[in-house]
């Protein structure tokens, strides 16, 4: 038999066939076997069988075994056993846990007032004692109650104490750390302000689901709901309804009308951002738009008389009562420094900003901040020497409607050392030194050289934009992309023409044209960019040429943040005015001021070196270079003067200090923004008037005189310096071009800085070219512009 027979043999029936007889065999007789069996038949196709099961294995093995272990009985009954235990745990849980009792008591005996700090360790302030006071629900009107309800819970009166998707993605977001998000009931909140307390945990959450649960068995709707609006904080330092209504609209709870209920509702929800007398644009709209959705509600639940909702307007709150403690500057202070203790909860403990507020509140904090109790006195006596004894609101009616803010800022550490918020907290509620619905003007000019420097844009023509770049200055002078008008042609300054001039002067006379062109030659995306990582609030704002003009909101705080960042080398600095939180149950880390590396040193120090200019031969000459309490102090900084004169600013700083000074025009009864034309018998106030004035009186009293800038660059003013003499009385023989002359700077840049005035009576046609000797000297030696424009003129 060949081989090929004999395994196909084997394959049929698992015996082997007898061999092929040669010729001539004698065959085997009738019934004797004609063949030998190999094996049983059985046995032989159990080795096939054997045989293509290992086959199979190779191919599709490892998924049979997967089928088997996830068979769908095993996964039914797992999913049915994770079911039973859960529910099981949850029956002991319930079981386990008990209604505690009457804790707001206790709640209340353990708060304690926070202590606040100068940076040396004395004591600023202490906050007040605890405002709460019970009132019954029947003496609240029924359509306030049920404000409360619009705003929280519209399901309350029909469920059952708890809102199982919402606490169940409380409970998944807090296990991995995503914070803390809305979904509780009011009698979930109710009993986390009765029974326990804020922190967001595992155990605090499950506690707060299953003494709901039993607290919404045992109370009715109205009790659990006089809980709530009682037990819940408002802001002001009020606890409960009552409170509430007495610190926003000096009335007791049964007085409220339902517009004035809906606010408190809506309040809950942030006190502080939307306290109307301290809310910014944002928080008034975002207050705005609850107080509306909670009136919605309520009429869609049929609570509310379409009409009569319809005749609502909203009802704005009464100024907040002075409070032991806050008067002068304090109140601003603790304001910044509890702000930023509560933005910080929120980041590192993963919770709501109303969660936080309640967390800071009168929870026995002791806060340290970064202020120097001997600048902030300095600060706040160049205030009013510089700016408030001059104001005389019964003979000028405008004077009435000027606020000021400035704060200082270490530009190594990003400490707040000083920090001016208005004339009173008492008189003013509004912080000026934190209030960002003001425009920064030409003091953002810097940020969009920083943005050419960083980003080695070119001009239009092609040409490196440098502090030697050429422009065309002349007024309404229209903006070109790629050859065409963008339909942008910004005026200068009482519309006056320029010609053509390098940046640094136009830098020095804040020449608007020149600014704009720049912009669009940088891409006012990257402009934008770079503000934002200098530290300005870009959110929402749009990449368009009228930016150049400084026509977003800022304040004192974020421009001095943006121009200690310059200071610092292009090193981010986000000023904070926290030193230290102790607290006896826990511990926040507080973030570093100083980030990384945003823009260039080599940008950042150019930047500070055409600024110099401004200083030395532009719109602060006046006030800052030739100040006579000025004692050798080397100062760069921007003049800023607003559309209108709404808003005036200086923004400098020394090697050591930083400090920005803003005026705003607010009118004094209705808080609009306002004109300051004529404000303290002045024609218009530019930044080169009372705010550089106040700048001056602060930081020649508490900078470093011997302080040097350490500059990385061989552009601007500080290296390249430059001059506008002053007209002599009796003129020379030959009379003085109104041109630039165009001799270069020597290539060696000068080793001492220009002094304020030089020493020679009458100018030369021809400055100096001699090398810089051993020996400072008073003249300048780069070149002299002979520019025809006043040197205090703004933008």
Known sequence: ?????????????????????????????????????????????????????????????????????????????????????????????????????????????????????????????????????????AKVPKEVQRAFVAAENKSFYKDNGIDLKGTARGLLNTVMGKGAQGGSTITQQYVKNYYLSQEQTVSRKLKEMVISLKVDRQLSKDEILAGYINTSYYGRGAYGIQAAAQAYYRVDAEKLKPEQGAYLAALLQAPSQYDWAVASETGKKLVTARWNYVLDNMVEEGWLDRSERQGMTFPEPKEPKPTAGLEGQKGYLIELANQQLINQLMKQEGITRSQAEAEVVDQGWTITLNIDKKKQAELEKAAKAQLTSKLDPKKRKVDGNVQAGAVSVDPKTGKVVALYGGVDYFKHYTSNATRTDYQPASTFKPVILAAALEESAETQDGNPITADTVYDG???????????????????????????ITVQTAMNKSVNSVFAQMGVDVGMKNVMDVAGKLGMDTTNEQA???????????????MAGVYATLDNHGKKVTPSILKSVEHNSRAVELPDPIGEQVISPQAADTVTSVLTGVVDDGTARTSVANNPKRDGQKVAGKTGTSDDNKSAWFTGYTPDLVTSVGLFGEDAKTHAQTKMYGAGGEPRV?????????????????????????LDTDQGAAVQPTWTPTPTEEPTTEEPTT?????????????????QTPTTDEPTETPTTDEPTDEPTDEPTGDITLDPVRPDDDE
């Open 686 to 710: 530019n930044g080169g008037g009372f705010p550089a004035q106040v700048w001056s009186a602060y930081m020649f009293g508490v900078t470093d005189p011997d302080a040097r800038f350490d």
């Open 474 to 500: 002349t007024s309404k002078r229209p903006v070109v992309e790629d050859g065409s008008k963008v339909g942008f042609a910004p005026e200068n300054e009482d519309d006056r023409d320029y010609g053509d």
């Open 739 to 755: 041109e630039p002359t165009t001799q270069k700077p020597t290539d060696e840049p000068t080793t001492q800085e220009p002094t």
């Open 1 to 137: 038999m060949g081989r090929a027979e004999d395994r196909r043999a084997r394959q049929q029936g698992g015996r082997r066939a007898a061999p092929r007889r040669p010729s001539g065999t004698p065959s085997a007789p009738v019934g004797a076997e004609s063949a030998t069996v190999v094996g049983p038949p059985a046995a032989q196709g159990g080795r096939a069988a054997a045989r293509r099961a290992a086959r199979s294995a190779g191919k599709g093995g490892g998924k049979g075994r997967i089928r088997r272990l996830f068979t769908w009985k095993k996964i039914l009954g797992t999913f049915l056993g994770t079911c039973l235990l859960a529910i099981a745990a949850f029956i002991g849980l319930y079981l386990y846990v008990d209604v505690p009792t009457d804790n707001a008591a206790a709640q209340a005996a353990q708060r304690q007032s926070n202590v606040y700090k100068y940076s040396d360790g004395s004591t600023l302030a202490r906050d007040g004692d605890v405002n709460r006071e019970i009132v019954d629900l």
């Open 544 to 558: 368009v040429p009228a930016q150049t003009l400084g026509t977003m909101g800022a304040s004192p705080l974020q």
